[in-house]
C-alpha cells in the first residue's frame, strides 16, 4: 500500500517556473517506478513524466520535454516535479502516482501499470 500527497501548486504567472513534490507513505519506496500525470477541466488525465525505481532513467511528455525535471529522493520518499517556463496550457491538477515493478530501470508512463494515485495539487498559470 502506498499513500501519495502533493504539495506545491498554486498560482503562478506565464514563465514562471514551480517544483511540485509528491510525499509517499510507504516502507517499500524502492519498490515503485512513479510518475506525474495531470488534468485539465473537460480534458483526460494526460502523462507529463516518469521516473525508474532506480531514479535513473527518466522519461517525458512532449508537452513538457526541455522544461521539465522529474527527481525522486529515496531518503525522503518523495517525487519532486520542476516545470520551468510555465504556460497557461499547464493549467491543471497534478497528480503522482506509484506502480510497482521488477524492473529498476523503466520509468514509469501508463495510467494501466499505476496501482496508486494521490489527489492532486491545482497549478494555474495565469497569462
Known amino acids: 500500500q502506498v499513500l501519495l500527497v502533493e504539495s506545491g501548486g498554486g498560482l503562478v504567472q506565464a514563465g514562471d517556473s514551480l517544483r511540485l513534490s509528491c510525499q509517499a507513505f510507504?516502507?517499500?519506496?524502492?519498490?515503485?517506478?512513479l510518475a506525474w500525470f495531470r488534468q485539465a477541466p473537460g480534458k483526460e488525465r494526460e502523462f507529463v513524466a516518469g521516473v525508474s525505481r532506480a531514479g535513473a532513467t527518466t522519461k517525458y511528455s512532449d508537452s513538457v520535454k526541455g522544461r521539465a525535471s522529474i527527481s525522486r529522493d529515496s531518503a525522503k520518499n518523495t517525487v519532486d516535479l520542476q516545470i520551468f517556463s510555465l504556460k497557461p496550457e499547464d493549467t491543471a491538477a497534478y497528480l503522482c502516482a506509484a506502480a510497482p515493478t521488477p524492473d529498476y530501470d523503466r520509468p514509469a508512463s501508463q495510467e494501466g501499470e499505476l496501482d496508486y494515485w494521490g489527489h492532486g495539487t491545482q497549478v494555474t498559470v495565469a497569462s
Open positions: 510507504t516502507r517499500t519506496f524502492s519498490e515503485y517506478a
